[in-house]
């Protein structure tokens, strides 16, 4: 059995991972901007030229999956909040629809946040390797 790298073993690692994909920034380096417009990542980190979609075709399955579980706890979480603040005389349509009104825009707004968290705890649990760089042969440069 191969060895752990200690790097990998480090919980402030992942912290900061985090830390960098929350101020929108390459988790990996701290550099950015990763976005041309709100909803159009860049290939690939400006400074450290990591490949943001770490090289595979269905990539963005994993962000799309954070962007859904946040948008939907945090529609649940709202619902919550309503019903123990207004309790007993909870408003059930003024809820369904400040919920419902609340469900469209929520994933727009939230997906830069998304992607590169996904991007962070991808990084966290496959740590970089040269392939997975612009320009070091296996991608091509941009």
């Not at 480090?10 to 985090?18: F, V």
């Not at 980190?45 to 990539?59: F, I, Q, T």
């Not at 996904?118 to 440069?141: I, K, M, Q």
């Amino acid at each position: 059995m191969p060895h752990a790298d200690p790097l990998q073993l480090q919980p402030g690692r992942a912290a900061t991972h985090l830390a960098r994909a929350l101020r929108l920034r390459c988790p990996n380096c701290g550099g950015g901007p990763l976005f041309r417009r709100w909803l159009v990542m860049r290939p690939s980190c400006p400074n450290c030229h990591l490949v943001l979609d770490r090289g595979e075709a269905d990539y963005f399955i994993g962000g799309y999956v954070v962007n859904f579980v946040g948008a939907e706890l945090a529609v649940a979480l709202g619902a919550l909040v309503a019903i123990v603040s207004t309790w007993p005389d909870v408003p059930w349509n003024g809820i369904k629809w400040a919920l419902l009104a609340l469900m469209v825009p929520l994933p727009v707004v939230t997906y830069p946040w998304a992607k590169t968290l996904w991007l962070a705890v991808d990084l966290t649990l496959r740590p970089v390797t040269l392939g997975d760089l612009v320009g070091h042969g296996e991608n091509p440069s941009p």
